[in-house]
């Protein structure tokens, strides 16, 4: 496994120039942490050996401290400096979407499936899909296909239940997956300033934690607790995962001084891996497993570095079940290659036209060409442009406030109160593109702000 991510990761990022960027990362070294220093540079070496490029460099306790004053030199012994990558998810996967749209796939957003159809010998023939979007009135449509592919992640086994459900075997189908909740805290930037990443063992559980700067705030996380609740409810972080947070905070960069009261916004998230009935959720293997059961392809577990590989083996397999499939070239690009002469005659410079492509691929030139001059401008302190907020308005399955500002822009996370101050400009570029009248917006802003308290505030 490691060795596929780390390829994969080289891939990324020779492809997803301006999506997926590299980022300097600090082991730090304590007294009676989990590892001893020769066995960390023994596996940050392989680890660069499997890139096929040397990027690791031990540190002593006064070079750590030059490259993070902020560390606690108590107890420090050492540490080593890495490279790794970083990127905003929800992009990654938006555009790896747009792509497929734009060679011919079908994009459906707020579309759940209610039922899964099957022959009388139990072979799977299509699904019944049901749109949850307000304005498609719970209306159904039956797809006819070949075979269909599970990848529902944290929902992979409710799936599975709706195509054998009524089937003899039903019994024997047990659940595959464990549902495991990750939650991080996001400290606004001045006060968590940090220029790599960081990582320290807890000294609680010795997990690993990490300190990370992302998109112009500092993330901390991520925890890992079995998740039991209803998955119709949004994930929130729970007062343990807060303090766990709160305790390596303290302890990596006391003199700081960091508290709840600090902390901008929390988010959770909810990881799929196979059960194997572990009693520690973090010693669960991280590998992706694949089913196939008369007609119905399973894939669940993995992680995002590796989607690609994950895809490939899911369709190879399905190529062996139906041979009449097209083969898959496993050295196609990961993304399109967009030329940075797109929008070389925009006014704008060279970073922002790399970001730009790199997050919108070729939809980058018509989001620029078609912006007013004065959309052409950041959001606040973020990175995004107000050109994106109308683009995403316009162009990317817009349901509800929420998909924008979450899951879209990521305002919600990287402004104080979730993007409200800047709230009245937002709703005249959504009424705009969307039509939504003033009982939409109240609706839809009474439910964004209900959101952001129960399940992305350090009270939720």
């Not at 960390?40 to 006064?62: C, Q, R, S």
């Not at 003199?255 to 196979?274: A, C, M, N, P």
């Not at 994106?388 to 316009?394: D, L, S, Y």
Request: proline share 4%; with cysteine.
């Amino acid at each position: 496994m490691t060795f596929d991510s780390v390829r994969e990761r080289e891939r990324l990022l020779r492809e997803g120039r301006g999506l997926i960027n590299q980022i300097g990362f600090l082991i730090a070294s304590y007294k009676g942490d989990r590892l001893p220093m020769w066995a960390l540079g023994l596996g940050l070496t392989l680890y660069d050996l499997l890139a096929l490029k040397w990027g690791h460099k031990y540190y002593a306790v006064e070079g750590l401290l030059d490259l993070c004053p902020q560390l606690n030199p108590q107890g420090l012994i050492g540490g080593y400096r890495y490279f790794d990558a970083l990127t905003d998810d929800a992009r990654l996967v938006l555009r790896i979407i747009r792509e497929g749209v734009l060679r011919g796939g079908f994009a459906i957003n707020y579309a759940q499936v209610e039922r899964i159809l099957r022959t009388n010998s139990g072979v799977v023939t299509g699904v019944i899909i049901q749109d949850m979007a307000p304005e498609g009135l719970q209306s159904k449509v039956e797809v006819q296909s070949t075979a269909v592919i599970n990848a529902t992640g944290a929902w992979a086994d409710e799936v599975r239940s709706k195509a054998f459900q009524s089937s003899q075997k039903h019994q024997e189908r047990k659940p595959k997956i464990r549902r495991l909740r990750g939650s991080h805290l996001v400290f606004p930037q001045e006060k968590l300033p940090l220029t790599r990443a960081v990582s320290i063992w807890h000294p609680k559980d010795k997990r690993p934690v990490f300190t990370f700067p992302w998109e112009g705030v500092t993330l901390v996380g991520t925890t890992d607790v079995d998740y039991d609740t209803k998955m119709e409810t949004n994930p929130c972080i729970s007062q343990a995962e807060v303090d766990y947070l709160l305790e390596i905070i303290r302890f990596t960069f006391p003199s700081l001084e960091l508290g709840k009261e600090d902390v901008q916004s929390t988010f959770s998230g909810i990881r799929s891996v196979v059960d194997t009935g572990k009693e520690d959720p973090s010693k669960e293997s991280r590998e992706h497993m694949l089913w196939y059961e008369n007609g119905l392809l399973t894939i669940t577990g993995g992680k995002l570095t590796t989607f690609r590989l994950m895809a490939h083996q899911a369709l190879n397999l399905l190529k062996r079940e139906i041979p009449e499939l097209c083969s898959i070239d496993n050295g196609s690009p990961v993304f399109d290659s967009p030329n940075l002469k797109l929008l070389t005659h925009v006014p704008i410079e060279t970073s922002e036209a790399i970001r730009l492509i790199g997050r919108h691929g070729r939809d980058a030139k018509l989001l620029v060409e078609t912006a007013n001059p004065s959309e052409l401008s950041h959001v606040e302190s973020t990175g995004n442009l107000w050109a994106e907020i109308r683009w995403a308005a316009k162009s990317e399955g817009i349901i509800h406030l929420d998909d924008l500002l979450l899951r879209r822009v990521r305002l919600g996370h990287l402004l104080p109160g979730g993007g409200l101050q800047v709230i009245d400009r937002i709703k005249k570029i959504v009424q705009e593109e969307l039509s939504w009248n003033d009982k939409r917006w109240n609706e839809e802003i009474t439910s964004y702000k209900l959101l952001l308290e129960k399940s992305y505030s350090i009270n939720s």
